[in-house]
């Protein structure tokens, strides 16, 4: 069992940067990846970036050289920097876990990210 808990969200004019943490508890050892996701009213939830301890660090298109993914040497945190906010960056963010026992992930309850022109 693992618990993910974001952090970090708010309110932020286009331009403007904002930095999310995801905590981590509970089987953190069983952590293959963590992902951040975000979901737009009306939209389908979405990945942003993806740390793995094997793979390395992932992003998607759209966020690449304005976010970007990091973690703590304890693999029980992870962040997320996102510099030149977009008004199309609003969305609620999601942290994911994946572990190695196939098939079995976490959610977090999301943090509101809102970014205004």
């Known amino acids: 069992q693992v618990e993910l808990v974001e952090s970090g969200g708010g309110l932020v004019q286009s331009g403007g940067s904002l930095k999310l943490s995801c905590s981590a508890s509970?089987?953190?050892?069983?952590?293959?990846?963590m992902s951040w996701y975000r979901q737009a009213p009306g939209n389908p939830r979405k990945l942003v970036a993806t740390i793995a301890k094997r793979e390395g660090i992932g992003y998607v298109d759209f966020v690449k050289g304005r976010f970007t993914i990091s973690r703590n040497n304890a693999w029980d945190t992870i962040y997320l920097q996102m510099n030149s906010l977009e008004v199309e960056d609003t969305a609620l963010y999601y942290c994911?876990?994946?572990?190695?026992?196939?098939?079995?992930?976490?959610w977090g309850l999301g943090t509101q990210v809102t970014v205004s022109s």
């Open positions: 994911n876990a994946v572990l190695y026992d196939v098939g079995i992930y976490y």
């Open positions: 509970g089987d953190i050892a069983k952590i293959r990846k």
